[in-house]
């Protein structure tokens, strides 16, 4: 699907009839001096797909939604023009702002589960608008629903359009928004990360369905996504974003095969691959928030190339290539960048394995349902076996089981030859001390009343490590290995970034001083540096500490670079296992093939 | 470029709701919930025996000193209560009564419970419908207002004078009515209800403007507060953001997105109100002489009247069972989620 964009770049930037501008936009807070995100430049022209990519809280749904003459609750629209044809949208009266949305120019919302209204049969919210405005007849406008539906492939008889969105996938709901906000023929999309939380099949088809239609219809499209991946696959431009300021803009070619500004290459230098295992290194430090960036470039403090005038001097967009900018007063200095920078030999096949955890036969029942079948395999010491899957698949379930929170299973699971108990209150003190569980989301799974330095404590007490004064030495002893100062000792965890609460998370599953971790899902709530900075603490805990992981992803590339064996799910089955470069080099089932096929990738 | 048509089936991701039981599911989900409500009648029927006959000497309590000297009559409550059989028995006889309509007689005036019973409690309900009527627009209007300015001056403005609505009792709103329109300041309405007994309050419309705004007042501050806090919600959700960002003008944002998804904690807060006004607003009807159910109840619970006192009880937990009953359906009907839930 990545052979589709790129043509005609010649007379793509020039013209903006049909497409949108922004020019000088700045965004701020309400009541403060303070931006959200300052001296944003983008064209968009008809039939373009422009990416903009940045991490959380670098302002990218800011400069989406201001496309629309909106900011949300807090944040004021200061300065800089939206021109859409020879109409500024910014400073027309809100009569006629609100006149063109939806209609000239349209906005799929981030997570289309909770953006569509409970309460409306789809049908009717899909039409909602056109009803509004008169736009057509009854009849002209349910035909246009029915087309709108077929061009997302989703079907549209009665029955479905009779639905309520809770009745729909996830993959549905997004291509119902999809077509909702296609049906009055807009001129301008701003898509706001639309396949986040999708699975990789659904996520790709609905990439596909987007695209397709942008560029039939001729629309300009901003895809707003912190995926540099899915950019990859779907985007002709690219913007990257960090803390409120585009920093590096250019060709989707330009800026992954040339990338720039050093954090856009610190960006693609933590993404992992799914060609080859790479050593992903993340970014020191934690993105900026409002109020906080720093003087001169914004990203100087956390830049392995800056010098002293890095924080005094504010670097404009300077040209590096024709159609090609960074905001960077080094840009030509810093050398070039590879993409196999990092690389690493993957995980070797033929190593000498010590089975630690062996589960035959396992299969998973919620109440009378059985959601897995008989799944067997096993993992070795300081070995990373990885769980992939797309969503239903059962991978979950089987960490649960194994970590002892679900009780209904069949089967064995050998912990060095004994086998474990069914569910957690049935295992000994050192099963459970020795098996130990890192949750998804790190925003729930640490009390929020609690201390870190009481919440890493906690295991060391249970277990009989450590206590008093000594406890709390190991403690930042701890955090100093999960690379977390002292200082945070007495803070609770609302204080801290995600990144930051998921490594409290691992400090305390290692307090434990456990010689199997369960990870769920560890990082798909977390940005992609931070990401790179987890899995690189997990791969160091596992060479200095040889703990063998369960590593539950949907993200294969991710496996790449973590683990050494893969276990392939579907449907509560084992469709293909082994190591992971077998399995990923020359995978023999056709769904390992789909789902590997589907994957986003840079590379 | 990509074959859209090619895109798989995607009916196969979710099975179609099955709607052919949708019917039955309704009338198996309708019949549990009646026999829970039956249930539920049945033990507070257990309990106000219990409390009112069974535990001590009924005649004792209600001849008090007389108990000693007056034989004849002891005898005579005896009889009437049917003080010589088994509790078993006494209560099967007046479950048996209530459920054909005969719950005995008064001990006060010796007439039929259900002749005394029934003109107040029609009274009461029309008086709390009265009040539901008025008080559920405004509620909601105040709620939208409240929302639409949501932390500036209208807004906090709303918010203390609800608050302070709230915090005050009943029979002090009933009693600053009075006092402006009736007796210190104006003149315009009367300040009790004067009806000859058999002859409904609402002949004369008048009397019936205070005790209904004084409950207006009463009650619209809290479904008022409740429905303003689940729309500023629902105003921060994605779907109202989106239905924004689609161009639609904020009236409709705010009445089909918003108050749609925001009514059904409303609904819910005020079948708890309302079932809460028909037990009785007792000072209030004190303040008024309104001729309801509150005034017979405390009246019947002072004289010792015991048939009295189990009727009225019977029927208020009536009321209460089926206002909830109401307003968990329309709840259910009124939320997608729990009504496909339902009929699939």
């Not at chain 1, 999809?178 to 099949?201: C, I, N, Q, S």
Request: one cysteine or more; aromatic letters at 4%.
């Amino acid at each position: 699907m990545s052979a589709t964009t790129s043509d005609a770049s010649g007379s793509r930037r020039s013209t903006t009839a049909g497409g949108i501008a922004v020019q000088d936009l700045r965004v701020s807070l309400t009541g403060r001096d303070v931006d959200v995100v300052d001296d944003i430049d983008l064209v968009l022209s008809p039939g373009e797909v422009v990416g903009l990519v940045g991490e959380s809280g670098s302002g990218k749904t800011t400069v989406g939604t201001s496309l629309l003459g909106y900011a949300r609750p807090g944040a004021l629209i200061e300065r800089g023009k939206v021109l859409y044809g020879d109409r500024d949208v910014l400073g027309l009266p809100w009569q006629q702002v609100r006149q063109l949305r939806g209609e000239e120019i349209a906005y799929v919302p981030q997570d289309p589960a909770s953006a569509l209204n409970p309460s409306i049969r789809i049908g009717k919210q899909i039409v909602e608008l056109m009803a509004l405005r008169g736009i057509g007849t009854a009849e002209s406008r349910l035909e246009g629903a029915r087309a709108g539906l077929a061009e997302v492939g989703l079907p549209n008889d009665d029955d479905f359009l009779r639905r309520y969105a809770h009745q729909l996938s996830g993959g549905q709901v997004q291509r119902v928004a999809l077509a909702m906000a296609f049906l009055p023929r807009p001129k301008v999309l701003v898509l706001d990360e639309p396949t986040t939380g999708l699975d990789v099949t659904t996520q790709g088809m609905v990439l596909d369905t987007m695209g397709a239609l942008c560029r039939s219809h001729g629309v300009a499209a901003l895809y707003v996504t912190h995926d540099l991946a899915v950019v990859a696959t779907i985007a002709d431009r690219v913007a990257v974003m960090y803390a409120g300021q585009v920093v590096e803009l250019g060709d989707r070619d330009q800026i992954f095969r040339r990338p720039s500004h050093p954090y856009t290459r610190a960006l693609l230098d933590s993404i992992p691959h799914l060609r080859q295992a790479r050593a992903l290194a993340g970014i020191p430090g934690r993105t900026p928030a409002p109020g906080a960036r720093p003087e001169g470039c914004r990203f100087h403090d956390r830049c392995p190339y800056a010098v002293e005038a890095c924080a005094t001097t504010l670097p404009q967009l300077v040209p590096v290539d024709p159609g090609h900018d960074a905001r960077c007063i080094r840009v030509g200095e810093i050398g070039t960048w590879d993409i196999s920078l990092g690389t690493v030999p993957d995980a070797d096949p033929g190593r000498q394995r010590d089975v630690i955890l062996r589960i035959e036969d396992l299969d998973v029942y919620y109440g009378r349902k059985k959601v897995v079948h008989d799944v067997s395999f096993d993992l070795a010491n300081a070995e990373v076996v990885a769980l992939v899957g797309e969503s239903g698949s059962g991978k979950t379930t089987i960490s649960r089981c194994v970590g002892g929170l679900h009780r209904e299973w069949q089967g064995t699971i050998d912990f060095e030859g004994s086998p474990l108990g069914k569910g957690s209150r049935r295992r000994s003190v050192s099963d459970r001390k020795r098996i130990q569980y890192i949750f998804q989301n790190p925003y729930l799974s640490l009390n929020p009343r609690l201390t870190i330095e009481q919440i890493v404590k906690r295991p060391m007490e249970l277990f009989g490590i450590a206590s008093g004064r000594q406890a709390t030495d190991k403690v930042v002893e701890l955090l100093e290995q999960v690379a977390l100062g002292p200082a945070v000792l007495r803070l609770q965890a609302s204080r801290l970034s995600g990144g930051e609460r998921q490594r409290v998370a691992i400090a305390r599953a290692l307090a434990a001083e456990p010689d199997v971790l369960v990870c769920d899902e560890v990082t798909s709530a977390l940005d992609v540096s931070v990401q790179g900075s987890i899995v690189a603490l997990l791969e160091e805990l596992r060479k200095s500490r040889g703990i063998s992981m369960l590593f539950v992803t949907h993200n294969l590339a991710l496996v790449r670079s973590i683990a050494a064996r893969v276990q392939i799910l579907n449907g509560g089955r084992v469709v293909e296992s082994g190591s992971v470069v077998e399995v990923m080099d020359s995978p023999k089932e056709e769904y390992t093939r789909r789902l590997l096929a589907n994957s986003p990738r840079i590379d | 470029m990509v074959d859209v048509a090619a895109l798989p089936d995607a009916l196969e991701e979710v099975a179609p709701p099955a709607s052919r039981h949708g019917a039955a599911a309704w009338g198996s989900w309708l019949l549990r919930r009646l026999g829970l409500a039956v249930l539920t009648l049945w033990l507070v029927s257990v309990l106000v025996f219990v409390a009112t006959t069974a535990l001590g000497d009924p005649v004792r309590a209600i001849l008090g000193k007389d108990y000693g000297s007056d034989k004849a009559r002891v005898a005579e409550l005896e009889a009437q209560l049917h003080l010589d059989q088994s509790p078993v028995t006494r209560y099967l006889h007046w479950l048996g009564g209530l459920l054909t309509g005969d719950p005995g007689s008064s001990i006060a005036s010796q007439r039929p419970v259900s002749e005394l019973v029934g003109a107040n409690v029609v009274n009461t309900l029309v008086l709390v419908l009265l009040a539901a009527i008025v008080m559920i627009p405004v509620a909601f209007g105040i709620a939208m207002i409240s929302a639409n300015f949501r932390r500036r001056r209208p807004d906090t403005v709303i918010q203390t004078v609800m608050l302070a609505m709230a915090a005050l009792p009943e029979f002090v709103i009933g009693i600053l009515l009075v006092a402006v329109f009736s007796t210190t300041v104006l003149h315009v309405l009367p300040a009790v209800t004067l009806s000859a007994p058999g002859v409904h309050p609402w002949n004369d419309p008048k009397t019936m403007i205070m005790p209904v705004a004084t409950l207006v007042l009463a009650v619209a501050p809290y479904v008022s507060r409740i429905v303003r806090a689940t729309l500023l919600e629902v105003l921060d959700s994605d779907y109202v953001e989106l239905a924004r960002l689609k161009g639609i003008p904020e009236s409709v944002v705010m009445r089909k997105h918003a108050l749609l998804n925001a009514i059904v904690p409303g609904i819910q807060v005020i079948a708890l109100q309302l079932a809460w006004l028909a037990g009785g607003v007792v000072l209030v009807e004190k303040v008024f002489n309104y001729p309801g159910v509150g005034n017979q109840l405390v009246d019947s619970v002072n004289n010792h009247d015991v048939p009295m006192v189990q009727a009225l009880s019977m029927i208020i937990a009536g009321v209460y069972v089926v206002v909830n009953l109401v307003a968990d359906l329309l709840s259910i009907l009124l939320t997608p989620r729990a009504r496909t839930a339902i009929s699939s």
